[in-house]
């Protein structure tokens, strides 16, 4: 069974929020969530333009001003929150890296080290 880290409980997560997350102790956020439109969604906190920048532009600010998409500070590239797909910016048509998460019954939102199997994200689609 894969080691699993918790993230946050479910209620630290409103709708439109995004959050960053350490859970491996590297000494800066790595991962990133963000609810919309009722489901969360994980991405590796790392913009595919330029060799996996972070991207708030300060702590847990992620989305752009309407909350629609997810926004790299560095260059301004812009991600579809469901998918990770890069739609507007210097690295358009490249992807976020999908993390694995998982949603207890409590509705506490894990990440799983290894993957394997269908993540969060797959079962939401
Ligand atoms: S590093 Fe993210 S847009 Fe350039």
């Not at 489901?39 to 972070?54: E, I, L, N, S, Y």
């Not at 998982?102 to 993957?115: A, F, K, N, T, V």
Request: hydrophobic share 35%; proline share 3%.
């Amino acid at each position: 069974m894969a080691a699993k880290v918790l993230l946050c409980r479910g209620d630290m997560l409103a709708e439109g929020q995004s959050r960053g997350f350490d859970p491996w102790c590297e000494g800066r956020d790595t991962v990133l969530l963000v609810r919309h439109g009722g489901k969360v969604f994980g991405w590796r906190d790392a913009c595919p333009h330029h060799g996996g920048t972070p991207m708030a532009w300060r702590k847990d600010a992620y989305l752009n001003a309407d909350r629609t998409r997810i926004v790299c500070a560095a260059h301004g590239a812009q991600f579809d929150i469901a998918s990770g797909l890069c739609t507007l910016g210097p690295c358009l048509g490249q992807s976020l890296q999908c993390v694995d998460i998982e949603l207890s019954s409590e509705q506490d939102i894990y990440i799983r080290r290894d993957g394997g199997g269908e993540t969060e994200h797959d079962k939401q689609r």
